[in-house]
């Protein structure tokens, strides 16, 4: 065999990208499915999509539109509440499964969802959605036509076009969100504020254990009555745990 050929084959080969996702990168997602403590089970079947393209640290781009699967892991219900723990397990888009371990920093409700994606003026003269101020969940202010986000905190942000931003995380020790993987650098935010953490627009609901620590992955809701949170829904998730892609 002729080695200098293939060796020289082997040089021009493609670099391929590494195929993980780190551990605190921001996956903002919408729920296709409900959950409902009265009538789901465990085991029974989530669904959401990726509402931003999410480029990793090694270049490879979770896209737009990605279908993020997951499933209730617990549902408990009683005279004094419910609880129901879920865990979103896997990314797929075209046939293409990506496993990954997340926990979640907040969720907002489909009516905090819309608002965050409207002007917050009720002038009805507002010129090219482009040239809109919107307020993310969480209370960051988006001047489209500046291209920017502004937090309280003081950190500044982007506005990409749409409903999508890229922020730095702020940490958010009182509402749970203490900092880590993934605080360094701008993220995916979709809707969220840099400081998002906890329930909007739920105000029964509680999240009970954010999956972040340990039990890492499974992501605890509690609430003192029944858990309904519908379809069409905002979850930000953060991957807790390195994973890597399986193909793609």
């Known amino acids: 065999m002729n080695w200098i050929p293939f060796a020289l084959a082997l040089l021009v080969l493609p670099v391929v990208p590494s195929r993980k996702v780190p551990s605190g990168t921001v996956i903002p997602i919408m729920l296709s499915s409900s959950l409902n403590a009265a009538k789901d089970k465990p085991d029974t079947k989530l669904e959401g999509k990726v509402m931003q393209e999410v480029t990793l640290p090694s270049g490879v781009t979770i896209r737009e539109g ?126 969220f504020s840099s400081a998002a953490c906890g329930t909007y627009g739920l105000p029964d609901v509680k999240i009970a254990s954010s999956g972040v620590n340990a039990p890492i992955g499974d992501i605890g809701l509690s609430s003192n009555r029944n858990i309904n949170i519908r379809g069409g829904s905002g979850w930000l998730l953060i991957v807790a745990g390195e994973s890597s892609e399986e193909a793609e």
């Open 66 to 191: 990605a279908q993020v699967l997951g499933h209730t892991v617990s549902v408990s219900k009683g005279s004094s509440g419910s609880s129901i723990i879920v865990k979103f397990n896997a990314i797929q888009y075209e046939g293409q499964r990506i496993p990954v371990t997340t926990g979640l920093l907040a969720v907002a409700s489909m009516a905090f969802v819309s608002d965050a994606q409207r002007p917050v003026s009720v002038n009805t003269d507002l010129g090219p959605d482009t040239q809109w101020v919107t307020k993310q969940v969480g209370g960051d202010i988006v001047k489209r036509g500046w291209g920017k986000v502004f937090a309280s905190s003081g950190v500044e942000g982007r506005w990409i076009g749409g409903s999508s931003v890229t922020i730095k995380l702020t940490p958010n020790a009182q509402a749970g969100c203490s900092g880590g993987p993934g605080y360094d650098r701008e993220q995916a935010m979709w809707i």
